[in-house]
């Protein structure tokens, strides 16, 4: 058997993380939620710098977005979203710290909408792949 395509007895468990419970990958569904939490919590920061009808807001929505998920990955591995639905992102590799340098390219990835999209065998998306990461349950 191919140890890229064998995904053990559940989603993780090559990672070395649980089958449930805080520990575990995320599944889609909390991942969308807590991306339409700081999506709409950007949203309605951006108005604060350009008007409703301005025709730069989804511009600044995006750029609000990717800097605070950037910042807030980096500095307490979750982002708004992610800490409201329980959520936080994890080195793969067990270090304490995602960094910067790996939120960076986190977020930049998830800009282009396809990586989150493209998920392996244990359900981890083509960007947390790339970077080295994992988004898991906190409880």
Known sequence: MDPDTDTGAWRGEKLGLPQSG??????????????F??????YGVSLLFVGFLAQQLSTV??????VVGMLT??????????FVVGMR???????ARVGIIRAFFRQLLIVFIVPPLLNDPDGRGLH????????VRTR
């Open 22 to 35: 805080p520990g575990s990958l995320a599944s889609s569904w909390p991942r969308v939620l807590a991306l």
């Open 37 to 42: 939490v700081d999506w709409v919590m950007c």
């Open 61 to 66: 929505v995006l750029g609000i977005w990717f």
């Open 73 to 82: 990955v980096t500095l307490f591995s979750f982002s708004p979203g992610q």
């Open 89 to 95: 992102v994890v080195r793969v590799d067990g270090a």
């Open 128 to 135: 947390d792949r790339a970077t080295g990461t994992a988004l």
